[in-house]
């Protein structure tokens, strides 16, 4: 292990978690294992060869844990009381901003003590990536649960580029305006030289969001904001540049996944043990309220009521990953899914010919890889999504050619996918209609589309996504020069 550094780093990324898990041996012994997902792949990219740390929580409350290097990067764990966890994660971030954020789908909890809970913890964030960031280093911080950490980390370090990237949507003021602290969020985001944003509308949300509650003034993509009020950031107006910065997938590794004997083999032992039916639907999401999954359980029973498709020869195979259990939306959410679920089947099952396959588990990447291949429709239909990797992650493992997708026109996947069969997952009659055309489209037709969601998911890939976004934070407030 490297000795303790102090200032050495020149790229540091911050994000709510570590980019690894702590497993723990059945003889009671714990280790590290990399936790699997795209951020930590497009950082691990752009982090090899650089003097690199990340800086984030190590997932367990309480547990003080020393910086320690992996493959390279010096991993800076950030403690949390378990209150704090209460508070600042379970509380504010997903509480009140996931809902608030993603258009009130479930009320937002507006708590003084979450509020105060989120400040400390950002401020713990800050402090830590002052320490550990080398004079004129390049910060990246991601995502909801850091929004003061910008400015709060330029009053440490007036010396820092500092840039924030919105993995979820920014909503609209009239919904944004409800935060008893919008100002103090604004006020944070705006410590950074560039906010990326998954969609241009909500990078629009936001700079509309400054200039009514802010009182800022915007040219071009570029807000500059007096900040001297706060005294945070110094009597000179600011300037930070907003922009628009997809996040993608790595499409090379998933395509090749994909493309094992051992996926493909898989794939088709998915659908000789589900009966070996005409088609397959298939949803996979973290059970979460955003992802839509009661409204596409309502479009297939009434499907299967009318008498539009049938098991065994049409059934939904839907996955729900397990996901903050603790917190009572979630767990409301999921009682009335198993309800939904156990309903279709009581209905509309019989005996060797089910309806709806329901797991509530997660799963290995390359189980998953051979579920998008055993599936001849995906199923997307989120009420609000930042992006949704799921639809390209489908994409990518259909090298074949083969499948269709319906997607919700309110992800940030729609604005790229438009060859997709895009859905409004609260028409109900509108859902029930494109499942059937997706099903029924001529299979030449289906592959024209295939392969044009493919040539975008592929040009645009989890690489190219990191790349766009730090030459961005590197020429903000101006734009990039395109090369
Ligand atoms: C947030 C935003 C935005 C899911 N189940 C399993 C599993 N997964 C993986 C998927 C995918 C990821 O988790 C989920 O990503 P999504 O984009 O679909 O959704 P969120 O978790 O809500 O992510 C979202 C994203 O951030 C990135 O900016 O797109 O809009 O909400 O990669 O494959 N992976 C494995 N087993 C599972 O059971 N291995």
């Given at each position: 292990m490297a000795s303790e550094a102090r200032g050495?780093?020149?790229?540091?990324?911050?994000?709510?978690?570590?980019?690894?898990?702590?497993?723990?041996?059945?003889?009671?012994?714990?280790?590290?294992?990399?936790?699997?997902?795209?951020?930590?792949?497009?950082?691990?990219?752009?982090?090899?060869?650089?003097?690199?740390?990340?800086?984030?929580?190590?997932?367990?409350?309480?547990?003080?844990?020393?910086?320690?290097?992996?493959?390279?990067?010096?991993?800076?764990?950030?403690?949390?009381?378990?209150?704090?966890?209460?508070?600042?994660?379970?509380?504010?971030?997903?509480?009140?901003?996931?809902?608030?954020?993603?258009?009130?789908?479930?009320?937002?909890?507006?708590?003084?003590?979450?509020?105060?809970?989120?400040?400390r913890v950002n401020t713990r964030f800050a402090e830590a990536i002052a320490k550990v960031a080398a004079p004129g280093a390049t910060v990246w911080i991601h995502d909801y649960q850091l929004q003061l950490v910008p400015a709060l980390l330029r009053a440490l370090r007036s010396d820092l580029r500092i840039g924030w990237f919105n993995h979820i949507p920014f909503p609209p003021v009239e919904l944004f305006g409800q935060l008893p602290w919008r100002r103090a969020v604004l006020r944070g985001l705006l410590g950074a030289d560039f906010l990326g944003f998954q969609r241009s509308n909500d990078a629009a949300n936001f700079t509309r969001a400054c200039h009514q509650l802010l009182g800022t003034s915007s040219s071009g993509d570029t807000i500059t904001w007096s900040g001297a009020e706060d005294g945070l950031i110094g009597a000179e107006p600011r300037r930070t540049r907003t922009a628009t910065v997809p996040i993608s997938i790595d499409f090379r590794s998933m395509d090749e996944l994909a493309r094992t004997p051992e996926v493909r083999r898989r794939a088709r032992e998915i659908r000789a043990s589900l009966g070996n039916p005409q088609t397959v639907l298939l949803?996979?999401?973290?059970?979460?309220?955003?992802?839509?999954?009661?409204?596409?359980?309502?479009?297939?029973?009434?499907?299967?009521?009318?008498?539009?498709?049938?098991?065994?020869?049409?059934?939904?195979?839907?996955?729900?990953?397990?996901?903050?259990?603790?917190?009572?939306?979630?767990?409301?959410?999921?009682?009335?899914?198993?309800?939904?679920?156990?309903?279709i089947n009581g209905d509309h099952s019989g005996i060797g010919a089910t309806a709806v396959h329901y797991l509530h588990h997660s799963y290995p990447k390359e189980e998953m890889a051979a579920l998008f291949q055993a599936a001849d429709v995906l199923l997307v239909t989120p009420l609000r999504d930042g992006m949704n990797l799921v639809a390209k992650e489908y994409v990518a493992s259909r090298w074949d050619g083969g499948g269709a997708l319906v997607l919700s026109?309110?992800?940030?996947?729609?604005?790229?996918?438009?060859?997709?069969?895009?859905?409004?997952?609260?028409?109900?009659?509108?859902?029930?209609?494109?499942?059937?055309?997706?099903?029924?489209?001529?299979?030449?037709?289906a592959r024209k589309r295939m392969l044009a969601m493919r040539r975008r998911v592929r040009s645009h890939d989890v690489?190219?996504?990191?790349?766009?976004?730090?030459?961005?934070l590197e020429a903000a407030p101006q734009k990039p020069i395109r090369r």
């Open positions: 050495t780093f020149d790229f540091v990324v911050a994000a709510n978690r570590l980019p690894v898990d702590r497993v723990t041996e059945a003889d009671g012994t714990s280790r590290w294992q990399a936790s699997p997902g795209g951020l930590v792949t497009a950082m691990d990219a752009v982090m090899q060869g650089q003097s690199a740390a990340w800086v984030g929580w190590a997932g367990d409350p309480g547990e003080d844990v020393a910086p320690f290097d992996r493959d390279g990067i010096r991993l800076h764990p950030i403690v949390l009381t378990a209150d704090e966890v209460r508070g600042y994660y379970e509380g504010f971030s997903n509480e009140t901003l996931w809902p608030l954020y993603h258009d009130v789908i479930v009320p937002p909890r507006y708590r003084r003590s979450w509020w105060a809970s989120y400040q949803g996979i999401d973290r059970l979460d309220y955003t992802k839509g999954i009661r409204h596409r359980l309502r479009a297939i029973s009434e499907l299967f009521g009318d008498g539009a498709i049938a098991a065994p020869e049409v059934t939904l195979l839907q996955i729900a990953t397990p996901s903050r259990e603790r917190v009572s939306a979630y767990q409301d959410l999921r009682s009335q899914v198993d309800g939904q679920v156990g309903r026109e309110f992800t940030g996947a729609a604005q790229e996918l438009s060859q997709a069969f895009l859905c409004n997952p609260h028409d109900i009659a509108g859902l029930k209609e494109t499942i059937l055309a997706a099903m029924r489209e001529e299979p030449a037709s690489h190219a996504w990191a790349q766009h976004y730090l030459s961005a």
